[in-house]
């Protein structure tokens, strides 16, 4: 199993959702995350300048199979994607033990 958290544009959270429910990823978490970016300098709109050092983001936390982690990773690679500074990052890391609540199932049962 993989746990697969991305953090991306908040303008682009719709396509994403909608990204991982057609590729069959039904549950995940996510959370707004303020992060500190690579670029040093404001940028300027309609005469205001705005900082960048402090970027507004969306946290995408999901845990998947083995089978699901390509394609959750591809979903999320095209939805997300805007050719822009700041597009966001994906960290993908082993989970050892998934456990159900409700069930007590553990393993991909319990994450499916």
Request: hydrophobic residues 35%; neutral net charge.
């Amino acid at each position: 199993m993989k746990k697969i958290e991305a953090i991306i544009r908040k303008s682009k959270f719709s396509e994403v959702r909608d990204a991982l429910h057609a590729v069959e990823v039904n549950f995940f978490s996510y959370w707004d995350v303020t992060g500190v970016g690579n670029e040093k300098e404001g940028h300027v709109y309609r005469t205001i300048s705005y900082s960048t050092t402090d970027i507004q983001r969306r946290c995408v936390s999901i845990v998947v199979s083995d089978e699901f982690e390509e394609r959750t990773i591809e979903a999320i690679l095209k939805a997300a994607y805007t050719g822009n500074v700041g597009d966001g990052k994906i960290f993908v890391s082993d989970v050892q033990e998934t456990y159900r609540i409700r069930t007590s199932e553990k393993g991909s049962p319990a994450i499916n």
